[in-house]
């Protein structure tokens, strides 16, 4: 007698209020990022102030580093479809392969040249222009920041306040141009091209950072803790004595995850069925951003108290073990 419970919810079709919020936020960060940028690249165009370019690139890259969710926003309108069951959850991670190459090809670029000046010092022209472009970074950035500080507490969203606060810091990295300007105005040509590598560094990093996350995601990777989350939240559950084969994997900013609980006891089929859906909640509510879940409760065999259909499952599988030493 073989009995398996298996418990799962449709793939989400709507992101919460919360994503609805950073989707306007994200847009109007975008907005006044990409005119900031726009308006440096002109004016760094005119100049040759090559830190006041890669100020621009800084710009662009946190600017696309939120297209993702967008993409994210759009697809979670569509349904799941015979071909993708799952959802669309990996397209956001497709589009954040698409914009890590962006960001490390416009650092690449900004870099190269702040060398070429540095080989080549050269001291720019319109300082004063220059200058106010680098408070218009300062100004944009510092608009951004309000724009998700206060949309992150009106939401409760914690990470949309750390990004706030980045757009905070990034405000007084536009004013560093100023050093360039300053180094114009006073014979010291080289100081240019330095600012405008250590910021090319800065988006150097931002695509490095990003594309470990889009590279984890997309080949399954999960964050350290969340499997022995999952096990605790299970275990939590009166009844159920062992847990084993947990694994969770990204779609997405949503999680998948699925385990296999023993009961400590000879049970219905009823009351097995109630255990799983129990565990799934536990589960559930343990990691909000979950969104399927799958249990296998496998009731423990009558007189030795051990599990003869674990046993079969576990050997079909894998020691459970050998699952946790991967964690
Ligand atoms: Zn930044």
Redesign the pocket.
Known sequence: MSIFHLHSRPVHLSLPEEEAGASRVFVGSFLILGLTAVFEMGISSVSGSVSLLSDAF??V??ALTGVPLWVAFFFSRKKPTARYSYGYGKFEDLAGVMIVMLVLLSSAFSITRSFGKLLHPQIFLHPGWVALASFTGFLGNEAVALLRIRAGRRTGSVSLVADGQ??R??GL?SLSVLAGVTGSLTGHPLWDPLVGIFLGV??FL?GVRMGRDVGTHLSDGIESGVLETIRRAALDEPGIREVFRVRARWSGHWMICDLRVVLDQPVSFDESGQRARAVEERIRKAIPFMEDVLVVAMPCAEGDGSSLLSKNARSEDQEPGKYETHQ
């Open positions: 800084h710009n890259a946190d980045h757009a810091v990034d990295v800065v988006t931002i």
